[in-house]
Nanobody, 124 residues
């Protein structure tokens, strides 16, 4: 049974930082691409960042480039999203997801399993 558990969300002021973690179990983590997505109220889920299994390939949404960094620790089966210089428009529920095929994709349909999400709220 594949499980993804996100932690690290919370309330932060604009300009602040948060680090999200997503611990995976029940899969061969070293073969899986891992992505972060987010969904704000009334909006569709959107791509944030993705890393391939060895971090050789990493993609970011344009709106987070230079502010967010995705990384992973394969020894801990964990993927991270370091978020700096947060803005109120970053407020959303953040989800991690895994592509068991190992393909680092920006589309939701490429991912097989999702976490429950963690709330990030940025106040102005």
């Amino acid at each position: 049974q594949v499980q993804l558990v996100e932690t690290g969300g919370g309330l932060v002021q604009a300009g602040g930082s948060l680090r999200l973690s997503c611990e995976a179990s029940g899969l061969t983590f070293t073969r899986s691409a891992m992505g972060w997505f987010r969904q704000a109220p009334g909006k569709e889920r959107e791509f944030v960042a993705v890393t391939s299994n060895t971090e050789i390939t990493r993609y970011y949404a344009n709106f987070v480039k230079g502010r967010f960094t995705i990384s992973r620790d394969n020894a801990k089966n964990t993927v991270y999203l370091q978020m700096d210089n947060l803005k109120p428009e970053d407020t959303a529920v953040y989800y991690c997801a895994t592509s068991l095929a190992g393909i680092p994709s920006t589309t939701t349909t490429a991912y097989n399993f999702w976490g429950q999400g963690t709330q990030v709220t940025v106040s102005s």
